[in-house]
């Protein structure tokens, strides 16, 4: 079944820890994307990429970081998470920038809480 | 910089009316805007995309309206029912082909 997943879906950590967000899809689709979602706010773009080997800042300066090794696989990693970084962090994918009318495919999404 | 700008004032609405959402953009010719739904504690679920030159586009009780002169769309619910309640999201194309959203506009339809 075509689906993107994430987890953990919850996690609370203390400061300084390193934490990585797992994000997969099965869809096949080449761009993927990470928002970040504070609550009763506007998702901002943090990271995205085109493709296995691609990728790219977004809109929303982060600390984090991503990688792309394989199509379906787009995990986020945090070297030292802080209070600051405590907020929901949203994965998405796409079959393109949205000209074919789909839109964007997203994750339920990991509550990231740092004390 | 790009800017969107939806109600947030929560809409609340008997179930049967018909809901309508609006969102506003500046500083920005879009070639596409789209709509999501986001229930509580989940991601966005996609609902329409409509492209610059559409006037207009339905899916089943939805329908959507984008007019670049007033740099504006409408999103409306005909017939809500309660399971309608959710946050709707206004989201443009930016120049780097990329989304950004807006902060949103809660529906609440009440039985």
């Known amino acids: 079944e075509a689906d993107i997943y994430q987890t953990p879906r919850y996690l609370v950590i203390g400061t300084g820890k390193k934490i990585t967000l797992e994000c997969s899809q099965t869809m096949g689709h080449d761009k993927m994307y990470w928002y970040q979602q504070d609550p009763g706010m506007e998702l901002h773009l943090i990271h995205y990429?085109?493709?296995?080997?691609?990728?790219e800042k977004g809109d929303l300066s982060s600390e984090s970081t991503v990688s792309r090794i394989r199509t379906e696989h787009f995990p986020l990693t945090l070297e030292s998470a802080r209070p600051s970084h405590t907020s929901q962090y949203l994965c998405?994918?796409?079959?393109?920038?949205?000209?074919?009318?789909?839109?964007?495919?997203f994750g339920p999404g990991t509550r990231l809480t740092v004390l | 910089s790009q800017k969107i700008e939806q109600n947030s004032e929560a809409l609340n609405i008997q179930e049967g009316k018909t809901a309508t959402l609006t969102c506003n953009y500046t500083n920005y010719s879009p070639a596409y805007l789209q709509w999501y739904r986001q229930d509580p504690g989940r991601g966005p679920v996609f609902l329409l995309l409509?492209?610059?030159?559409?006037k207009e586009k339905r899916k089943e009780r939805l329908k959507v309206t984008f007019d670049t002169t007033l740099k504006q769309s409408l999103f409306h619910i005909t017939a809500s029912q309660p399971a309608d309640s959710a946050t709707y999201l206004c989201a443009l194309n930016n120049q780097g082909g990329k989304l950004i959203f807006g902060q949103g506009t809660e529906l609440s339809v009440k039985p």
């Open positions: 998405a994918s796409s079959e393109s920038w949205g000209l074919a009318g789909v839109g964007q495919f």
């Open positions: 409509i492209r610059e030159n559409e």
């Open positions: 990429s085109y493709g296995v080997n691609s990728t």
